[in-house]
């Protein structure tokens, strides 16, 4: 026994152990999430539920089933139910979504199974997803074109019109973001350009009688691009279509609102599976709706992956830079000692004291500078002056310096001295070594610590929400207005995305599920972002092999 622990391998076997307990917490974390998440976009079934009320009325609820749970008879009986005849220790009471929000009270309702006379099934029980007021459950009546009822089969003539209503409501969303974006784009760059000049006190008649006559062009084509804009309104809302609900009450809901109808008590595996795909891709392309409770979450995607870019943008070169100094320039002193325990202990500092810095530093400091010296015409309103995405990565890129520095000055340690002496002795100068031999060598290292510094930046939240991350962003920081790219400008995070969600929804049942579909697609973003990183330091260790020979 003691020759077999002097031999070492019951620590093999336990750090073998301990990393496979490791990786199985890891993927079973990772298994529950996408569970949790991706089912949510599964067409569940409809029932129809038949109840008796504890006054003895019967009513009917139309819905799908949220959630389960087993409830003690003795908790029933405790908070005033009577249960008479019940022998069972625990009953099951069903979460029932029922949608349906402007004429029903309640989104989500619990029903006791002792209080359900009977369930159905039924195939031609519809959804109709909307852009607000969340989905309708019920019975399609009629298809109405004006007051005009439409003949034929109800299913394919809803089918048919719906897919009229996208193509109108893709182009409304295309012009409002094109055309008439780009004339109140220009027309704010005519309103500052005027406030400039009268600030330079060159504001003279002929100036602005050319400023006035621009804004009279740009509205003219702005009441051209309006009035194209309402009839396309005007043509989404002709058709209508009549539903029944679970009050028995017929409800004519207009097409421009709907954006899809599904009978997925009707449909088979193979279509439920594309209806499934369909669902995800609207999620991760789309826009949100309802508070974020709905929707998709591409503005949170495009912010988050902007921010890490121009993060890695920044941090790398400050963090290799500072590496190069400290382990090819400065002397072994005490200053240097000083200077390396700073930077470690950068690495302890919470992240939200990093985000009250750069409020107070970048975004008040520098925007402020930046907004008197560049921007007066704009004040009082800020441009840089205010929160935004380049503040963000400036913020996580201080962040995350200690790791590049750290990891970068490890690659360099691990270079031979004699490669840099080899490289001298050619002729080659200090700069022209660190250049073309000890960088390129060095250079799986620096990815190592970007890698690093994705991964933790990508996930943080805290310093975001003080110095640019919002709710709703109305516009990304890239479109097709001079110069393209608005960094001064806030952006959405998955991030916070997740927080908003699940701790500030009005509706937290509604919200729970996209709570964990969001977690999943951020782990997948991160995940994504450093496999190419991965792949570009396996390229450039492949590529340098040989001068490290």
């Known amino acids: 026994m003691n020759k077999w622990f002097k031999s070492g391998a019951p620590w093999i076997w336990m750090t ?6 490791s990786l199985v917490a890891v993927l079973g974390l990772l298994l529950l999430i996408g569970w949790r998440g991706l089912t949510f976009f599964w067409p569940h079934s409809i029932y129809e539920w038949q109840v008796s009320a504890p006054t003895g009325e019967q009513y009917t609820v139309i819905g799908e ?8 008879v003795a908790q ?4 005033g139910l009577t249960l008479e005849g019940v022998k069972a220790e625990t009953l099951t009471r069903y979460l029932i979504k029922t949608g349906n929000r402007e004429f029903v009270p309640l989104d989500f309702r619990w029903l006791l199974e002792t209080n359900i006379i009977e369930r159905q099934q039924p195939a031609d029980l519809v959804v109709l997803e909307r852009t607000n007021h969340g989905n309708f459950y019920g019975y399609v009546e009629q298809v109405l074109q004006g007051e005009t009822v439409v003949a034929g089969d109800v299913r394919e003539q809803l089918q048919t019109r719906l897919s009229r209503v996208r193509e109108l409501n893709s182009e409304m969303k295309s012009l409002q973001k094109g055309d008439i974006g780009t004339i109140n ?11 400039s000049l009268e600030l330079e006190g060159e504001a003279t008649e002929a100036a602005i009688a050319d400023i006035r006559q621009q804004e009279q062009q740009l509205r003219a084509d702005y009441q051209v691009l309006e009035k194209r804009l309402f009839s396309l309104r005007e043509q989404a809302r002709r058709d209508n279509v009549v539903v029944r609900d679970m009050r028995g009450e017929q409800v004519t809901l207009s097409l421009g609102n709907v954006l899809d109808a599904t009978w997925p008590n009707d449909m088979n595996g193979l279509a439920k599976a594309g209806h499934w795909f369909s669902q995800i891709g609207k999620f991760v392309s789309g826009e949100p709706r309802e508070a974020n409770t709905e929707g998709g979450v591409f503005p949170a995607i495009f912010g988050t992956v902007f921010m890490v870019i121009l993060m890695a943008i920044i941090v790398t070169p400050l963090g290799v830079v500072a590496a190069i100094y400290l382990h090819e320039y400065a002397g072994k ?16 500092v919470p992240s939200i004291v990093y985000g009250v810095f750069g409020l107070g530093f970048f975004v008040y400091m520098v925007g402020g500078s930046l907004d008197q010296l560049f921007y007066p015409e704009s004040l009082p309103t800020p441009t840089f002056g205010s929160p935004g995405v380049l503040w963000s990565a400036l913020t996580l890129a201080i962040l995350t310096l200690p790791v590049v520095i750290v990891s970068t000055e490890e690659g360099l340690s691990r270079i031979p001295s004699s490669v840099r002496q080899g490289s001298l002795a050619l002729g080659a100068t200090k700069a022209e070594t660190l250049w073309r031999i000890v960088l390129p060598i060095a250079s ?8 690093l510094a994705i991964a933790r930046a990508a996930g943080e939240v ?7 991350v919002v709710k709703l962003a109305p516009n990304l920081p890239v479109d097709g207005n001079f110069p393209y790219l608005h960094v001064e400008r806030k952006f959405m995070h998955l991030g916070f ?16 599920p996209l709570v964990y579909a969001t977690s999943f697609l951020l782990v997948t973003v991160i995940v994504g972002l450093n496999l190419t990183a991965i792949g570009i330091r396996n390229h450039l260790r492949e590529k340098f092999r040989l001068l490290d020979q």
Not at 65 to 72: C, S
Not at 185 to 195: A, Y
């Open 185 to 195: 784009f220009q027309l704010e760059k005519l309103r500052l350009k005027q406030r």
């Open 444 to 451: 799986p290292a620096i990815m190592t610590g970007l890698i």
């Open 76 to 79: 029933l009986r405790g908070a």
């Open 16 to 21: 073998g152990g301990a990393v496979s307990v």
């Open 333 to 348: 002193n005490n200053l240097t000692k000083i200077i390396r325990i700073a930077v470690i202990n950068l690495a302890g």
């Open 65 to 72: 089933i949220h959630d389960r749970e087993q409830v003690p």
């Open 462 to 468: 805290a310093p975001l929400m003080l110095v640019g």
């Open 497 to 512: 995305h997740i927080f908003d969600v699940g701790f500030q929804s009005p509706n937290v049942e509604a919200a729970r």
